[in-house]
């Protein structure tokens, strides 16, 4: 009688049971190599997303790299999460540093020194990673793109030996803002040289636009679940979040958080995906332009709900730090 390996026959029961649904059992696939380059700090939706990058089975978390703006201060809230979820053998990686402003989840971390960042530079890390493992490491960037750029002009090697790029960015058709109108979207807007290197290089690219999550914000009720949960990485979500919303009612848009789940089961939270020529244009756009563009996977209209239900049954599944 041929052997069923147990891996598979766990694979199996897990979709008899329902399990394959939630993606709580996607720990019997192949772990899949992730750096995550953010911006967090600045929006609330970083954060929330680093989140997910270490509680979803699928991913093996191999750096964070801090990207834009004031860098090493992004770079302390990065390392107290995973200080608090005893994640420290996660790298992190201080991006090219841009300004000195002062946001205000930065106080969460402000004179935190425990775990620290790495010496190498981000744009330097992203090229000794994916040099480490051709082909194999997805870059998920949530923020503006000066590390991205950075790596791209230090030669052909980044781009020969990353397996794909996926970012939060751009805006196609018009979003929940804006319906039919498309504007200059934040991560591109502050940097749209980077952003043109990015979007212009041979990598293969997937984007989730403001289309797409601008449609995507959380409730209260679900802000509260995550809260009742009670683990180090709930705590340390609700701190950041207290301390980037100045009214109590504020909601977050879960735009980074969309990315990631896009990376971890690709094409599960869109109705639809295209391959449409996109290219970046010098005020910011990200114009479809079958001449200019090349294509790039753009992931439209969400599932919402599936989503969402998706993201806070990770967030409350484990409690990593206490264990
Ligand atoms: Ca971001």
């Known amino acids: 009688m041929k052997k069923i390996p147990i891996l598979t026959l766990f694979s199996v029961m897990c979709c008899a049971f329902g399990l394959a649904e939630t993606g709580l059992c996607a720990g019997t696939e192949e772990k899949m190599k992730i750096i995550l380059d953010t911006d967090i700090g600045?929006?609330?939706?970083d954060a929330w997303a680093l989140a997910l990058s270490l509680v979803h089975p699928r991913f093996e978390l191999l750096g964070v790299t801090t990207d834009y703006g004031n860098t090493p201060a992004?770079?302390?809230?990065?390392?107290k999460i995973l200080h608090q979820t005893k994640q420290?053998?996660?790298?992190?990686?201080?991006?090219?540093?841009?300004?000195?402003?002062?946001?205000?989840q930065f106080t969460w971390a402000e004179d935190f020194n425990t775990y620290r960042p790495i010496e190498t530079p981000?744009?330097?890390?992203?090229?000794d990673t994916v040099k480490k493992y051709p082909k194999q490491v997805t870059v998920i960037a949530v923020g503006p793109l000066p590390n991205l750029g950075d790596v791209l002009k230090m030669g052909p090697e980044f781009e020969d030996n990353v397996k794909e790029i996926i970012l939060m960015s751009g805006n196609v058709?018009?979003?929940?803002?804006?319906?039919?109108?498309?504007?200059p979207e934040y991560n591109v807007v502050c940097d749209i040289e980077a952003a043109q290197r990015v979007y212009g290089s041979k990598v293969k690219l997937t984007i989730v636009p403001l289309d797409s999550t601008t449609l995507v914000r959380l409730k209260?009720?679900?802000?509260k679940r995550v809260q009742k949960y009670q683990s180090p990485l709930t705590w340390s979500l609700e701190c950041l979040l207290r301390l980037w919303t100045s009214n109590p009612d504020a909601q977050m848009t879960l735009h980074d958080q969309l990315a990631m789940a896009e990376a971890a089961e690709p094409g599960r939270f869109f109705n639809k995906k295209a391959d449409l020529p996109v290219y970046v244009d010098d005020e910011g756009y990200t114009r479809v332009d079958e001449k200019k563009g090349r294509p790039i996977t753009v992931c439209l209209e969400p599932k919402r709900d599936e989503f969402m239900e998706f993201y806070l049954s990770h967030l409350t599944s484990q409690r990593l730090g206490m264990d």
């Open 74 to 79: 992004r770079a302390k809230l990065a390392c």
């Open 173 to 183: 058709y018009g979003s929940a803002w804006r319906p039919n109108e498309p504007i």
């Open 42 to 45: 600045n929006d609330i939706d």
């Open 220 to 223: 209260e009720e679900e802000r």
């Open 122 to 127: 981000a744009a330097q890390f992203l090229l």
């Open 88 to 104: 420290t053998h996660v790298p992190v990686a201080v991006g090219r540093q841009t300004n000195d402003h002062n946001d205000y």
